[in-house]
Structure formats: structure tokens, C-alpha cells
């Protein structure tokens, strides 16, 4: 409380509505106040595809275009990457059984909690030894118990609230170039040209955000090789991938300011 009361001053970005939406977010989740038993909680979550702790998707919104079993993230395990792979084999690449290595991560996490992503890491550990895959050495600040209470600012973020921004973007202005290609095709071209109009900012970053959306998915594939490499110790591994994230969150943040903005002239 402390801290969100005192960003209202010093943070112009920092409405009421986000006051609101982060006061609601401790109360939920940080208190676990839900109205959801938690028996079903991780699944309807996977249902909904959204991690209500980080306020963020579970599986990114670029991603959907994938097969399940090829939804990963440079943190992945290889249980669930097996996992996922037997039962795309089961029911297919089109069925809503086949859940992805990140849903199969996100269940694990959410019934069994630390133990359940305990026992999944050493699995993964052993699984990459017995390849030959170093894992990427990690600082002192990273380990679990420092890492809750202290963050390194100078290593970049595993995740930004400008990712969330920006993917959330991209839907929107996608879901608006759509809906007047779609007005088009049913001639009702006065509707397409009004909704061009006043939703001509979306349209304009349209561009912007899918050229970006590619070249994040450029750098996710070159973090996976990093992360699977044979041939790169640990250190190396390491700064590859710290540098790959300081690119992500930069493109993110530049364009995910610019989606915050035209919600702010929108509200």
C-alpha cells in the first residue's frame, strides 16, 4: 500500500484507474481473497488463458498460430515439453487436450505450488545433463530465496508490464484492421470508413506492432537454441541471453508506452 500510494505521486503514469486495478490485484491474489475454489482455479486460468498473479497470458498471444507442443519459453521444462508432445500424439495438434509445455508448467506450479516446480526443475537439470546441456549460470541476486525480496536493476527483467502492453496492443489494433476489412466485405463501406477514422491511431500502429511481433519471435528462437546449446558454458549462456532480453524489453517498452498512451486518450 505504501508503495502504490506514494507511485501516485511521483508517477504521472499512474492513474487511479491503475491504483485501483493494483489494489484489486493485492487483494485477490497477493491475499488470495477469490471467490474460485483453488481446485479449479489453475484450470479455468488455462481455460482463460490468463495468469491473474503477473496479470499477464499464459501463452503469449503470437503463439496461437502454433502447434501446443511448440509453446515454449526459454524457462520451459523438458518434462512438460515430453509431456505436451505425448499428448499432441494422444488427440492431436488441434484438441483442447493437448495442452502446451507452458499450460502443463503453469498446472504443475498451480496444484502443486514450490514442490511441484521444485521437482520439475531437478527433472529438467538432469534430463539437460544427460544430453550434455549446460544450464546458463545464473547471479547470486537470482536465486530463489533472494529474488523475492531483491532485484538486480542492472540484469533486465524477465518480464515487463510493457510486455503485457504491447501484446495486448497488437490484438486490439489487429482486432480493429479486421473489423474494417470485415465492414468492407459487407459493403458497408460508411461503417469501415467511420471506424477507420476513429480508430485510425490503432491502424497506424498496426504496422509497427506485428514488424515488432516478428522480431520477438526471432529473439524467443534464439534464446530457445541458446538454452539448448551443447556447445556454451553456462557464463556465456548467460550474457547471450541477458542481451536478448534487454532487446525484448526495450522493443516492448518503446512500443507499449505508445499502446499506454492511446488508452489514456481513449479513457
Known amino acids: 500500500m505504501?508503495?502504490?500510494v506514494t507511485q501516485q505521486f511521483v508517477?504521472?503514469?499512474?492513474?487511479?484507474?491503475?491504483?485501483?486495478?493494483?489494489?484489486?490485484?493485492?487483494i485477490s491474489q497477493t491475499?488470495?481473497?477469490?471467490?474460485?475454489?483453488?481446485a479449479a482455479k489453475p484450470a479455468l486460468d488455462i481455460y482463460a488463458n490468463r495468469d491473474p498473479f503477473r496479470d499477464r497470458p499464459i501463452e503469449p498471444f503470437w503463439e496461437q498460430q502454433l502447434s501446443p507442443s511448440l509453446r515454449t519459453s526459454p524457462g520451459t521444462t523438458m518434462p512438460a515439453i515430453k509431456a505436451s508432445e505425448t499428448l499432441e500424439g494422444i488427440f492431436g495438434d488441434d484438441s483442447k487436450a493437448a495442452l502446451s509445455p507452458r499450460q502443463i508448467d503453469y498446472l504443475v506450479s498451480g496444484y502443486l505450488g514450490t514442490v511441484g516446480l521444485y521437482a520439475t526443475g531437478i527433472a529438467?537439470?538432469?534430463w539437460r545433463n544427460a544430453k550434455g546441456e549446460e544450464a546458463p549460470s545464473r547471479r547470486w541476486t537470482e536465486s530463489k530465496p533472494i529474488r523475492r525480496f531483491y532485484r538486480d536493476l542492472a540484469?533486465?527483467?524477465y518480464s515487463t508490464r510493457y510486455q503485457t502492453l504491447f501484446y495486448d496492443g497488437l490484438q486490439e489494433a489487429n482486432r480493429v484492421y479486421s473489423?474494417?476489412?470485415?465492414?468492407e466485405e459487407l459493403g458497408r463501406l460508411a461503417e469501415a470508413r467511420e471506424r477507420a477514422e476513429t480508430r485510425r491511431d490503432w491502424l497506424r500502429l498496426r504496422k509497427p506492432l506485428n514488424r515488432a511481433q516478428r522480431e520477438l519471435s526471432e529473439i524467443s528462437?534464439?534464446?530457445e537454441q541458446i538454452q539448448r546449446s551443447t556447445d556454451m558454458d553456462g557464463d556465456y549462456k548467460r550474457r547471450e541471453l541477458e542481451r536478448l532480453r534487454a532487446i525484448r524489453n526495450q522493443i516492448t517498452k518503446v512500443l507499449g508506452q505508445e499502446v499506454e498512451t492511446l488508452r489514456a486518450q481513449e479513457d
Open 179 to 183: 473489423d474494417v476489412k470485415r465492414l
Open 155 to 157: 540484469t533486465p527483467a
Open 11 to 26: 508517477d504521472d503514469q499512474a492513474t487511479g484507474e491503475v491504483f485501483k486495478d493494483r489494489l484489486w490485484h493485492m
Open 2 to 4: 505504501a508503495e502504490r
Open 31 to 38: 491475499f488470495a481473497f477469490h471467490p474460485v475454489p483453488q
Open 221 to 223: 528462437e534464439a534464446m
Open 124 to 126: 529438467d537439470t538432469l
